[in-house]
């Protein structure tokens, strides 16, 4: 997605060998007409799938799942990194490892979001080994309902393990900006 890629290489900021900070206009503060184009990326590569819901992960996956909501017309849900005393039984949880924090956290959603017989398309910020997609498929799995595809707006696509163990498991993965290497504090794309 070219908007997306001219995006990264002006403001994105090569933190070392694995981090890329995109907090000018995803993590942190956030460009609406870019996530709108994203939103209508995800929509234009998942037509025809029969899409009933998104499933993502708080918080920054919220930004990027929610204009693809509203173009596709279906509800947004997103899992919660911090068990909550109000839902215990009434929802589904798993334990995802954090890139970035480097701490493993019970993710959770209220079942009642989340029933059975669901196509769902599941929406991150970044994949980098694939932690955070593969806990939220574990809890769309756990509701039986189907991951319909995996949709992912940054890819660290030179990060071992991240879409070949998304696409070992079965699952459709579509990223819109494939990172291919950082080299000299700049980014280069895979395609
Ligand atoms: P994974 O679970 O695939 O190992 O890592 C993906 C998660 O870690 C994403 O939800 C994202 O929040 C975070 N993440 C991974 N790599 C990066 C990165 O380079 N930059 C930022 N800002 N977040 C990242």
Known sequence: MKLLKEKIMSEGLVLNDAILKVDSFLNHQIDPELMMEIGKEFHRRFSGCGITKIFTIESSGIACALPAGLCMHVPVVFARKQKSALMSSEAYSTKVYSFTKKITSDVTVLKKFLPAGEKILIIDDFLANG?????????????????????IVIEKSFQPGGRQRLIDAGFRVESLARVQAFKDGKVIFAE
């Open 131 to 151: 932690e955070a997609a593969l806990g939220l498929a574990n809890i769309v799995q756990q509701a039986g309902s189907e991951v319909v595809g995996i949709g």
